[in-house]
């Protein structure tokens, strides 16, 4: 059973930053990818950005990239969403999840989420 806590939620202003982080209860993220979701109230769950540690291959999606930084830490078993430059459009409830590598599928571990809010 794997345990993820999602945390660094907050409320900035826009062109602001924030970090995320998701630690796992075990070893799972050190072989397992990993993806950063987000939901907006009235929205469907969409993938943000997603981490394959045997490759080191990012994936992000087009309306954060060049802002948003997926990375982790194996010694801390922890998995980051560095957010830069924050916009309104990226107010959402913050989730990380272990997912099928190469896609945005999740395998069913998912954090409980943070709540992020940029105000213009």
């Known amino acids: 059973q794997v345990h993820l806590v999602d945390s660094g939620g907050g409320s900035v202003q826009a062109g602001g930053s924030l970090r995320l982080s998701c630690a796992a209860s075990d070893n799972a993220l050190l072989s397992n990818c990993m993806g950063w979701f987000r939901q907006a109230p009235g929205s469907e769950r969409a993938g943000v950005a997603r981490l394959n540690p045997g490759t080191g291959i990012t994936n992000y999606a087009d309306s954060v990239k060049g802002r948003f930084t997926i990375s982790r830490d194996n010694a801390k078993n922890a998995v980051y969403l560095q957010m830069n430059d924050l916009k309104p459009e990226d107010t959402a409830m913050y989730y990380c999840?272990?997912?099928?590598?190469?896609?945005?599928?999740?395998?069913?571990?998912w954090g409980q989420g943070t709540q992020v809010t940029v105000s213009s």
């Open positions: 999840a272990l997912v099928r590598c190469g896609t945005w599928y999740d395998v069913g571990y």
